[in-house]
């Protein structure tokens, strides 16, 4: 496979698997793939549709205000301004899903992405961890802990979401392994908590 051609792979995979796209994954692997469960939408668009229209939002302001930065490695204050906006959309998020008393596995999983962004968010002030590792890691740890039945294929999404950040040259290997390594803890001790 020819550079031009990894490049490219490696940023559909980087859109596909970003941290909405595995939570997207997540919820319908812990759902055992109900999707007309009520809760399994309304994840979805929590987690899902969400995440996606502020990030629609951000690419707007972006190119109003002329910054060229890719959005899967941005600027340091465009990242934290993600990372600020992930982590009150995934607060208010985890409100909704406990004020409607959605079932405990939705308010781990909720639970699970504030936990993650809120980490990266601290850690970036000071080194720039892997917000898609930390997701897949997440994911991963979330489906497997709640023995889904996709646990095997989530296992392979860490492996995955690295192999095209780094291919993207927008992480060094600490920061996917540390991304990875702080998803699964936040899973589980968020499992921890809320179960």
């Not at 897949?136 to 989530?154: N, R």
């Not at 979401?161 to 993207?168: I, P, Q, S």
Request: charged share 10%.
């Amino acid at each position: 496979m020819g550079n031009n051609t990894k490049q490219r792979v490696a940023g559909g995979i980087s859109h596909l698997l970003s941290p909405a796209g595995v939570a997207m994954l997540a919820l319908l692997l812990i759902s055992g793939g109900r999707s007309e469960d009520m809760w399994v939408l309304l994840g979805l668009c929590l987690y899902v549709v969400v995440p996606l229209l502020v990030l629609l939002l951000l690419l707007w302001h972006q190119r109003c205000t002329g910054d060229t930065s890719d959005v899967y490695d941005p600027t340091p204050v465009r990242r934290q301004a993600m990372l600020n906006l992930g982590v009150v959309t995934y607060a208010l998020c985890l409100v909704v899903l406990s004020v409607l008393e959605a079932p405990p596995l939705y308010c781990w999983a909720g639970a699970t992405f504030l936990g993650g962004a809120a980490a990266v968010w601290g850690i970036n002030r000071f080194w720039k961890i892997s917000i898609h590792a930390t997701g897949a890691g997440g994911a991963a740890a979330l489906v497997t802990l709640a023995e889904a039945s996709g646990w095997p294929l989530a296992l392979g999404l860490p492996v995955v979401v690295g192999w095209a950040r780094w291919e993207r040259e927008a992480h060094t290997g600490a920061q996917l392994v540390a991304g990875t390594l702080l998803g699964a803890l936040v899973a589980w001790v968020c499992r921890e908590i809320v179960l």
